[in-house]
T-cell receptor, first 111, second 113 residues
Framework: EDKVVQSPLSLVVHEGDTVTLNCSYE??????LLWYKQEKKAPTFLFML????IEKKSGRLSSILDKKELFSILNITATQTGDSAIYLC???????????FGSGTRLLVRP | NAGVTQTPKFQVLKTGQSMTLQCAQD?????MYWYRQDPGMGLRLIYY???????DKGEVPNGYNVSRLNKREFSLRLESAAPSQTSVYFC????????????FGPGTRLTVL
């Protein structure tokens, strides 16, 4: 069965801390891994990763994929209260229109 | 551009009632999706439409039907609502295929009493 597992389930940090969120997967015919941020409403896209070892970066957020060990990490440096959200990881497969989502990591950044 | 829009935003139903959730996108995307999100379970795919004129089941299709009315619109129908269908429902669209970025609507919070 295809599955995506995220850890930790929740995390509380203080502003300025650095956090690492984990996503591991077991799917057939992997194509890409996507990260989304969900605040109060709809998930918004952060990154899509298809190749191992190539870091994607956007401001204080960065992500990398390891296709050999079947996982990805999302790093957030110098966290701010606005980073408080649920971070979702999803995986797509060749010849499929589906995304398989993990259950998410709930991040709370305290002032 | 409005992106992906959904109506209604909130709905309360009694067990056995029916309703249709509406979704529209103005990005000329080919593929559209319906998900439900329950606490601690992430997003689960109910149905999807790879392109206009086609629909397929996702992980949790039981109790739902869909219609791809045209390229822009994709509706989700609950024929006889059950309390287990209490959830937040998201519609999404992508250019083509799940491996492209999916854009999500604002969601519909549905409560079935």
């Amino acid at each position: 069965e295809d599955k995506v597992v995220q850890s930790p389930l929740s995390l509380v940090v203080h502003e300025g801390d650095t956090v690492t969120l984990n996503c591991s997967y077991e799917v057939t015919n992997f194509r890409s891994l996507l990260w989304y941020k969900q605040e109060k409403k709809a998930p918004t896209f952060l990154f899509m990763l298809t190749s191992s070892g190539i870091e994607k970066k956007s401001g204080r957020l960065s992500s990398i994929l390891d296709k050999k060990e079947l996982f990805s990490i999302l790093n957030i440096t110098a966290t701010q209260t606005g980073d408080s959200a649920i971070y979702l990881c999803a995986v797509s497969m060749d010849s499929s229109y589906k995304l398989i989502f993990g259950s998410g990591t709930r991040l709370l950044v305290r002032p | 551009n409005a992106g992906v829009t959904q109506t209604p935003k909130f709905q309360v139903l009694k067990t056995g009632q029916s309703m249709t959730l509406q979704c529209a996108q103005d990005m000329n995307h080919n593929s559209m999706y319906w998900y439900r999100q329950d606490p601690g379970m992430g997003l689960r795919l109910i149905y999807y439409s790879a392109s206009e004129g086609t629909t397929d089941k996702g992980e949790v299709p039981n109790g739902y039907n869909v219609s791809r009315l045209n390229k822009r619109e994709f509706s989700l129908r609950l024929e006889s609502a059950a309390p287990s269908q209490t959830s937040v429902y998201f519609c999404a669209s992508s250019i083509k295929g799940g491996y492209n970025e999916q854009f999500f609507g604002p969601g519909t919070r549905l409560t079935v009493l």
